[in-house]
């Protein structure tokens, strides 16, 4: 059984997962309705791998016997001034999901919630992934001299989210 302290992380982040999944939903608008289909393509992929994540921890929470509370989610941002925007954007946000994620695991941890904490070790290898990933497009924008603005280094960049990694099968 959980303890209520974890319970309820776990809860916020089944609601974060969530949000995740609306703030990638609505980049990918951000993008499609700017030309920018690959970027589009990219984001919509994300948007439903953060809600896999979100059924993850559902499901084990259900199986702990322990009721989700999905609570209101607020709505993601909608207007971003250029595509390196989104991108940055979505970098920070995945550092805030880390930090959540790594204090479900400090807490599971130190409570001695071993099942708890070998669950989340998954979470903590998908996030350092996520961070890899949006590392490697933020240097790619730098090797393009890439700030934003429309032209050449724009259509590069979104070509590569086309088929950015994780994105090249979908």
Known sequence: ML??????LLN???NAEYFASNVYLQMSAWCEINGLEGSAKFFRAHSLEEREHMDKIFDYMT???QAVSIEEIP???AEYGTLMDVIKGAYEH???VTAMI???A?????TKDYTTFNFIEWFIAEQHEEEVLFGKILDKAKVLGFDGQPGQQLHIMDNYLRFAEGNASK
Not at 3 to 8: D, F
Not at 106 to 110: E, K, Q, V
Request: overall charge negative; proline content about 12%.
């Open 12 to 14: 916020d982040q089944v």
């Open 3 to 8: 303890t209520p302290e974890i319970t309820k």
């Open 106 to 110: 400090d807490t599971a941890f130190s």
């Open 94 to 96: 995945e550092l805030k």
């Open 75 to 77: 709505k993601p941002p």
């Open 102 to 104: 790594k204090n479900i």
């Open 63 to 65: 199986e702990c016997g």
